[in-house]
Structure formats: C-alpha cells, structure tokens
C-alpha cells in the first residue's frame, strides 16, 4: 500500500478526497489529514508517506510552499486547484509537483492521477535496479545519507555520534570524511541548515519566532536569534521586515 497524506484547510474537502481515493481501489492508504502545509512537513517527519495531494491556497504555509519545502523529502506532491488559481499550481513544478487535480475532485480524474504516479514510479525503479552497481554504500553517499538526515530531523539534538551510527562509520572518521566533502564542519552544517529553515519559514509562515526557535531545537530564543543574526547579519524580525531581500542584496 502507498502511503498518503491529504492537506486542504477545509475538512469538508478533505473528506471528498478521502472518498475519491478510496473509490478508485488502488493500493494508496491515507495516513494523515493536515489543515496547511506546517502541518503536512511535520507529519513527513512522522509518517513515511509517498504522497501528498494538497490544495494550493491554504493559511499559513500554501500549496506552493510545501512543494518547494517537500524538494528536501523522497515523497511525491500532487497538487488540487480551481480554475481560478490553475496558473499558480502551474508555477509549483519547478519545484517538482507530479500532477494537477481540478475541483471539483471527481474518482475518475482521481484514478487517473493515480495510475500515471503509480507508473512512473514503477518504471524509475525499474531502471534504478538496473543502473545500481552491487557495492555497499561508498563514502560520497554515506555524507549524502548524514545531510539528508540532518534536514529531516532539524527539531532534535542532532550529534555526530548519531550521524556516526547512521552510516556506520566512526564518528572522527565521519567528521574528516564529512569536512573533506563539504567543505565544513558537521555542526557549523547542522546550524546553517537550521538557519535556512528559518529563513524560509519566517518568509512563508506566520509563525511567531519564539514557534520557529522551538521548532529548530532551540529552547532559548536569545541564543536563536543571536546565532540567525551572526549567520545573516539581521536579526529574524529584521529578515521578516525585508522580506529576505538581504540575502539578495549579499
């Protein structure tokens, strides 16, 4: 079964998505329900979903903000739009949306958006199988495996030791081969990564910056902000303010 996680801010939608995916009898089971985007990124943190199908408007974080923050996750994104705000989910595929779905949502257009994902991921794997060498993981993708875990796990007390044991490597051994790779430290990599996620949820949410520290593991927010603003030159307020045009103006 594929697992899939439905997002709109009205349950009344959520429940005719629901109807509509399960009348197609295909193999996808819905694990979650999410009212905004927030939502759905914590709930791929939970749930090792395949899908998302979410609306495009939506308070807090939209359509087009989830699909750009869900470029960082293995699972899929579909998008539901009116005809009014067709041209707007149209913009998301740059981040990588798999396909469109027009209210109102009916189990035929639904099967049909199903099967093409179901396909084209039959066929990627198909070819992955055939293209991977018979070697264990070498050196460049175990680095691959710490970033990809230190981006899903942005909220938790991120240590090398942790990272060590992901890949099964000794944790000095990890920080050479991780400084070798990228350039940096482990932890100055941990702290830019939850700078980033800062940046872009106090542009795209209306979180309150002590919400955003918290969520980023910190509990002291004067130590948040101090370390945004060593890292940015302003303080989170000040990067809200401009709208992070002073990342453009750098």
Not at 25 to 44: M, S, T
Not at 69 to 79: E, F, H, P, Y
Not at 148 to 160: A, E, W
Not at 161 to 175: E, F, G
Request: aromatic residues 8%; charged residues 25%; negative net charge.
């Amino acid at each position: 079964m594929y697992k899939v996680i439905l997002v709109d801010d009205e349950r009344w939608v959520r429940v005719v998505l629901r109807k509509a995916v399960e009348q197609t009898k295909l193999p996808f089971e819905i694990v979650q329900e999410c009212a905004n985007g927030l939502e759905a990124i914590d709930a791929l943190q939970k749930h090792e979903a395949d899908l998302v199908i979410s609306d495009v408007k939506m308070p807090i974080m939209d359509g087009i903000a989830l699909a750009e923050q869900m470029t960082q996750v293995s699972a899929n994104l579909i998008l539901v739009s009116g005809y009014d705000d067709f041209q707007l989910a149209q913009q998301a595929i740059r981040f990588g949306v798999k396909d469109y779905l027009l209210k109102p949502v009916e189990m035929e257009a639904m099967a049909d958006c199903l099967g093409r994902w179901m396909q084209d991921r039959t066929t990627k794997s198909a070819r992955h199988l055939a293209d991977s060498p018979l070697i264990g993981t070498d050196e460049l993708s175990a680095i691959e495996q710490v970033q990809q875990f230190i981006g899903s796990n942005l909220s938790r007390d991120i240590t090398l030791t942790d990272a060590a044991a992901l890949v099964h490597l000794n944790p000095s051994y990890l920080s050479q081969l991780f400084k070798q790779q990228t350039g940096g430290k482990f932890v100055d990599y941990v702290i830019e990564m939850r700078m980033e996620e800062a940046k872009k949820l106090l542009i795209k949410t209306s979180l309150r910056v002590s919400e955003i520290a918290e969520r980023l593991g910190y509990g002291d927010i004067s130590y948040f902000s101090s370390t945004f603003k060593k890292l940015t030159g302003c303080s989170p307020l000040e990067y809200r303010k401009c709208g992070g045009r002073l990342d453009e103006a750098k």
